[in-house]
């Protein structure tokens, strides 16, 4: 490009200099305008004669922010000053005026969201914290549901009620969960409640059950699955069975298979997550002699063969003590 600029300025020159360089010439044009005039020597635009300045721009301003105009675009409200008999500027200078002060958007205060709180609950114990939640289970024809209503003990996970519905409602959860508490003998300020924020969740029935039996209630935060571990993996187990089918016939059929699913479930699913033991044996005080009970045959067979174990004696999975929902951050690192 210095080459070309050495050339002159004659027009067939450059044309031909840049034809057999292979450069364009608008290009070589704008590249010598930008050397001879750079932008520190160019210095401001100066304001048209026709801007807008001063007490008349701030008037304008103030205009766009009063409360019958501040949910309007600029375009109603350049109409309405006109139906008025009024003219300040055109729409474009609206928009420009607005642009200035980042106001092109809505003018009024936003309302935001609430910060949810992250729900951190700790159970040490069967029936300290209880979670809920509503899964769709598909009927005989393409727009057909029934609705599964579970409820599952995070400690133990044992299913400690459940019922099938034709629809979602807080009304059919009430008598399902006052069963639920009478069964397990539950003492008021003993339990935790969690859901999700679904519409049966947050209902004030809901909340003024759980407030009469003593419960306390928590909710996850919106659209964080993660809140509501436990009752979004145990539907998973109940979905991935292979007895489960993909359509069931009638409500009595759904209700059928699931009385005989939760019965497997509670009483002879070895549960990862609570040292493979069945959820009757964490539910019902048996997991002390479980554990005694595998360790000694565990080391029965550690004295015949030892060679077999190369490490350490053998032990059983680890039963469950401390079950966390959100672990704080402290708690993490220990359980890491």
Known sequence: ???????????GIIAAACDALGVSRATFHRRQVAVAYPPAARGKRPAPARTIL???????????????????????????????GIYHCSI???????????????????????????PELLAEGPNQVWSWDITKLMGPSKWTYFYLYVIIDIFSRRVVGWHVADTESAALFKPLFEDCVAKHNVS????????????????????LMLADLGVTKSHSRPYTSNDNPFSESHFKTLKYQPQFPKRFGCAQDARTFCRHFFA??????????????????VHYGQADAV??????????????????????????????????????????????
Not at 1 to 11: N, R
Not at 56 to 84: G, K, M, N, S, V
Not at 100 to 105: I, Y
């Open 1 to 11: 490009m210095d080459a070309l600029a050495t050339l002159g300025t004659g027009s």
């Open 54 to 84: 001063g007490p008349e721009r701030q008037h304008i301003i103030d205009l766009l922010r009063e409360p019958h105009f501040a949910d309007l675009a600029p375009a109603e409200i350049y109409a309405t000053l006109l139906d008025q």
């Open 92 to 118: 474009r200078t609206m928009y420009r005026i607005l642009h200035e002060h980042q106001e092109v958007r809505e003018r009024r205060r936003q309302l935001r969201h609430p910060v949810y709180q992250k």
């Open 188 to 207: 008021p300020g003993q339990l935790t409640l969690h859901a999700d924020r679904g519409p049966s969740m947050k209902a004030k029935a809901t909340a």
């Open 264 to 281: 497997w479930y509670n009483r002879d699913h070895h549960h990862l997550g609570i040292g493979l033991m069945t959820p009757d044996q």
């Open 291 to 336: 554990h005694a009970a595998r360790q000694t045959i565990l080391d029965d067979a550690y004295r015949s063969n030892p060679e077999r174990f190369v490490n350490r004696p053998p032990r059983p999975p680890q039963k469950p003590t401390a079950v966390w929902i959100n672990p704080p951050a402290q708690e993490r690192k220990t359980i890491a």
